[in-house]
């Protein structure tokens, strides 16, 4: 009688919560639901039935473990002393010897950049360490526009692009650039490191594979870290090795049938070297293995080709084959920003999606017009701007690389920025390591800045290419860095010339510097 009457109670309160669960809206939807599953697939109702109760467990259940076991007890004079032992590290490594000389040493520019500038310390030198390759900031033309700009439109947009930051003169900049260079369209950035670093993971994604030169730029790798895609490198500017990592990739995803999306990054003329690329073999490289290619053209865009449109006119390649050309307006041009030219729809998806362009103030409208009319000047008469620097170029180059037995030129003919490194045979002979070069350019540097010309080192974050490839490492040959202007006549630039060259030869032929004798050239 007494599991009857149980029985009983029972359904009459599983009775009462059915009749309870109706009055639920949406219930009779969820019955239903529950019935046909059942008839039709018992197991997966149990399956889902399980997954239910797990999962209002894993809601109630705590975010870490309250068990005392867990935890130590400490009494007050324990955590006094760990509190005593603890030191924090510092926000920024400590200075080397070198940085801490360079900085005590650190010349203060008053006024406006030029060839010729005043220093704080009252003394006038020759300026070879500014990217004003035309001296364009002289421009009586730009400085007009400029401060005609400045009084129509203020000193900056106070918005980010595409919202209530984007004016006429950027829509006009951005139109101006992708004519000068022959492509669809063109997007202007606020500013120039921060474009490539925000291109790249614009289009690259996790699981995407990017094939980079090992000597790429600071900013490109940056991009490169940010888009988390799979990283494979190439030795530098070996396009045979670029061939051979290509045509690797392509029949490992044959492999595992396992298709994305595949980019090639690299420079026009690298940074760290100087040296220019070979474009055309880079575009059959591309269609042969369907790879999408991001050209970074910030030393070469107002540069090289005869009109300064880079390295697509340079070595004479349609500028449409180029999937992504991107560049800076804050070298030659003596503006500000970046940007990045292609077709409509790569162009127009970065509007949304670059993230230094989305969460950036709009360039400021003076910057733009400054890059318009620069590019004006530079098409206007080329001769006058890249004929005249070019020209100096070859003077500087012949006054330091064949006649001085201590440096080495390895940048491009036509790359106004001459990166010189100590040659092999003099770092072999005295087994000099890379501080030994640093300090002994810092020298140098020294030297030319008593003479009164203005030189400085190729500088930047050491270049770890670790993503893709473990324990590799690029590092780059320390170098003095000169920057040829046309600013100066041809008889200041032979001058400037001779004097770095005496400088060097000054420093490496002092006696503390002369670790194992001279050697001979």
């Known amino acids: 009688m007494e599991l009857q009457e149980l029985q009983t109670h029972l359904t009459e309160w ?39 109760i797990f999962f209002i467990r894993y809601l109630m259940a705590p975010a870490y473990s309250t068990s005392k076991q867990n935890f130590i007890k400490l009494t007050d004079d324990e955590i006094d002393e760990l509190v005593d032992e603890w030191t924090p590290e510092p926000l920024v490594p400590n200075m080397t010897v070198l940085e801490e000389m360079e900085s005590e040493k650190l010349p203060i520019i008053v006024g406006a950049t030029g060839p010729k500038s005043k220093l704080a310390n009252g ?114 500017n070996d396009l045979d090795d670029l061939e051979r990592v290509m045509a690797k990739v392509v029949a490992e995803q044959a492999r595992t049938k396992k298709l994305t999306r595949r980019f090639l990054v690299t420079e026009a003329l690298f940074e760290t070297t100087g040296e220019m690329n070979d474009l ?19 030393w070469s865009f107002g540069v090289l080709g005869r009109t ?10 349609d500028p449409t084959q180029v999937d992504m050309i991107v560049g ?44 318009s009319e620069s590019l004006h000047v530079i098409q206007e008469n080329p001769e006058a701007t890249l004929g005249v620097c070019r020209e100096n170029i070859r003077l500087m180059r012949a006054q330091l690389d064949p006649k001085s037995d201590w440096v080495i030129c390895t940048s491009a003919p036509e790359n106004p920025i001459l990166l010189l490194v100590l040659k092999p045979q003099v770092v072999e002979a005295r087994r000099l390591t890379a501080e030994d070069q640093e300090r002994l350019l810092q020298e140098v540097a020294d030297e030319c800045l008593a003479n009164n010309i203005l030189v400085t080192r190729l500088k930047g974050a050491p270049i770890t290419t670790h993503m893709g490839l473990k324990d590799n490492v690029y590092t780059a040959t320390p170098a003095l860095k000169v920057c040829v202007t046309s600013g100066l006549s041809k008889k200041e630039t032979e001058k400037a010339g001779i004097a770095i060259r005496h400088a060097i030869t000054k420093v490496m032929t002092k006696k503390g510097n002369n670790k194992l004798g001279v050697p001979t050239a």
Request: proline share 4%.
């Open 14 to 52: 599983l009775n009462e919560a059915i009749a309870a669960f109706q009055k639920v809206p949406g219930s009779a939807v969820l019955i239903r639901y529950v019935r046909s599953s059942y008839q039709n697939d018992p197991v997966r109702s149990a399956i889902e039935l399980v997954l239910v």
């Open 123 to 236: 003394r006038t030198v020759t300026n070879l360490a500014s990217y004003n390759f035309y001296n364009l900031n002289a421009n009586e033309q730009i400085k007009e526009k400029a401060i005609q700009t400045l009084r129509t439109y203020g000193v900056g947009p106070c918005g980010p692009p595409q919202f209530y930051g984007t004016q006429d003169v950027h829509m006009r900049a951005e139109a101006d650039i992708a004519n000068y260079i022959g492509t669809e369209g063109c997007i202007v950035y606020a500013q120039a490191f921060s474009t490539i670093s925000s291109v790249i993971p614009a289009f690259c994604k996790r699981g995407d594979i990017i094939v980079a030169d090992r000597a790429v730029n600071y900013s490109i790798r940056r991009g490169l870290e940010i888009s988390r895609s799979n990283i494979r490198w190439y030795a530098h």
């Open 280 to 298: 055309p073999r880079l575009i059959e490289l591309k269609e042969k293995y369907k790879f999408r290619i991001m050209l970074d053209e910030t």
């Open 308 to 317: 300064g449109r880079g390295l697509t006119e340079a070595q004479n390649v």
């Open 328 to 371: 800076s307006l804050a070298g030659p041009l003596c503006a500000g920003g970046g940007f990045c030219a292609g077709p409509k729809d790569v162009v127009e998806h970065q509007r949304l999606t670059a993230a230094s362009y989305t969460f950036s103030a709009a360039l400021p409208a003076m910057l733009a017009i400054i890059a």
